[in-house]
């Protein structure tokens, strides 16, 4: 990595993996937690759609494609294990610069994205997808990204295509696309969405103080989620958004928007959390809480990296927030712009509420809009989102877009960069 891990360390993390794995298992009713899958738990959850495990070794790597029990092979010859560490390292290293000083290392962190999707199209997605050429695109894959590739954005991977306004065909655009830590995590989370209809909201806006940046647009995002639940919801801001105040809210609602920072602890990841005014509440914290939750929204900075330290980390905040009882995560693989986010989960909540698509096709729809669309486009939408028949976005919230929409040149597309659409991820049900 960006420190010189080699594979000796790589080995020694998935050692301290697997205690840390062992600790959360101690925690009663998780003594399941990321148990090994069988096969029956495999072909029980590529029922609904195809699993894709991918992974990279020596000399190269392998896709397998699960649609029931029929399971395909696809060879990734040149997927090595050496490649895909010198590709994250030159991508993690980009990135650390660009969080380091972001005016000045933007270009090059736009580039890395540039890079490394391309290369991942070559590598793996393409000759996955073409094996999934035919697929119900209404039902889209998941896929289980094995070691260093669980850091990396597979879904943008992307191929020249002079057919599309941007020059570019990209993985979404093929098939909805999630993602999930293994077939029994998946099979939980369907379990428990199919059981459950989404009508409570607790939303956590810009908790102030805390040792990070203000989120200007925080309040607005939560003034899009709130709109689909004026009478049952519940929304945290500034100093209201205590971690006390959210312990409490949380176990009575099944839907959670929380735009607040998130943080790490890579050598204790039940300790990694969210901070909120005067505290914060932790991964372990979480896992006590007895949620029942059908979709977190953690619209933030880095909610969904797993971390370099642990490669194979995969008790990352999704993926518990999945084992603390919640079906299905949106969360960011990177620092994410504040304009481009809060229009991006407008559009999500516009696709997931309004629209009842499924939360992995309400991501994907929101995306390519944002990155398809001009500004002018983008100013239509939100001065006719709040006429009489559309009251699925606060008059306040439009205007807070529109009074920057109208700053910005009308015919371009100022958001067609990776950077401002493709951080985000859906991992479960």
């Not at 148990?35 to 029980?44: H, I, L, Q, S």
């Not at 005067?278 to 969904?304: F, N, P």
């Not at 481009?340 to 929101?366: K, N, S, V």
């Amino acid at each position: 990595m960006a420190d010189g891990t080699s594979l000796d360390d790589i080995r020694a993390a998935r050692d301290e993996l697997d205690a840390v794995i062992d600790e959360i298992r101690a925690v009663p009713e998780y003594e399941e937690f990321l148990a090994p899958p069988t096969f029956e738990d495999v072909v029980g959850a590529a029922q609904a759609g195809p699993l894709v495990y991918v992974a990279a070794a020596k000399p190269g790597g392998l896709a397998l494609i699960v649609r029931g029990t029929d399971v395909a092979h696809v060879p990734l010859q040149h997927l090595s294990a050496e490649s895909v560490q010198e590709r994250t390292h030159q991508y993690l290293e980009a990135y650390s610069g660009y969080r380091a000083a972001p005016r000045d290392n933007r270009a090059r962190w736009d580039g890395s994205l540039d890079d490394v999707t391309a290369w991942l199209w070559d590598d793996v997605m393409g000759p996955v997808l073409a094996e999934l050429e035919g697929v119900d695109g209404a039902g889209g894959a998941v896929l289980v990204a094995g070691g260093l590739l669980g850091l990396l954005p597979l879904h943008a991977a992307w191929t020249p295509d002079s057919t599309a306004g941007s020059g570019r065909r990209y993985a979404l655009d093929m098939l909805p696309l999630s993602y999930a830590p293994n077939a029994r995590s998946l099979a939980a989370a369907r379990r428990l969405a199919a059981e459950m209809t989404p009508s409570r909201l607790l939303a956590i806006a810009d908790p102030w103080p805390v040792p990070a940046a203000r989120l200007a647009m925080a309040r607005h995002e939560a003034g899009s989620a709130a709109a689909a639940f004026p009478t049952v919801g519940t929304t945290l801001h500034g100093n209201d958004a205590t971690f006390l105040a959210f312990e409490r809210a949380a176990p009575e609602a099944d839907v959670l928007h929380l735009a607040c920072h998130g943080f790490a602890r890579l050598d204790s990841p039940l300790d990694s959390g969210l901070l909120l005014a005067g505290g914060k509440v932790t991964l372990r914290r979480l896992l006590e809480l007895q949620l029942r939750v059908r979709l977190a929204v953690l619209s933030a900075c880095e909610t969904a990296m797993p971390g370099t330290d642990l490669p194979d980390e995969v008790v990352a905040l999704p993926t518990g927030l999945l084992q603390a009882g919640v079906a299905g995560v949106v969360a960011s693989q990177w620092a994410v712009p504040d304009r481009a986010t809060a229009m991006l989960m407008t559009e999500f909540y516009r696709c997931w509420w309004w629209e009842r698509m499924p939360p992995a096709d309400a991501l994907r729809t929101a995306q390519r809009w944002l990155r398809d669309t001009t500004n002018g486009e983008k100013t239509d939408r939100f001065r006719t989102a709040v006429g009489e028949q559309a009251a699925w976005l606060p008059a306040t919230v439009a205007d807070a877009f529109l009074a920057w929409l109208d700053l910005l040149p009308p015919d371009l597309h100022s958001h067609r960069t990776i950077h401002n659409w493709g951080a985000f991820t859906h991992v479960g049900a």
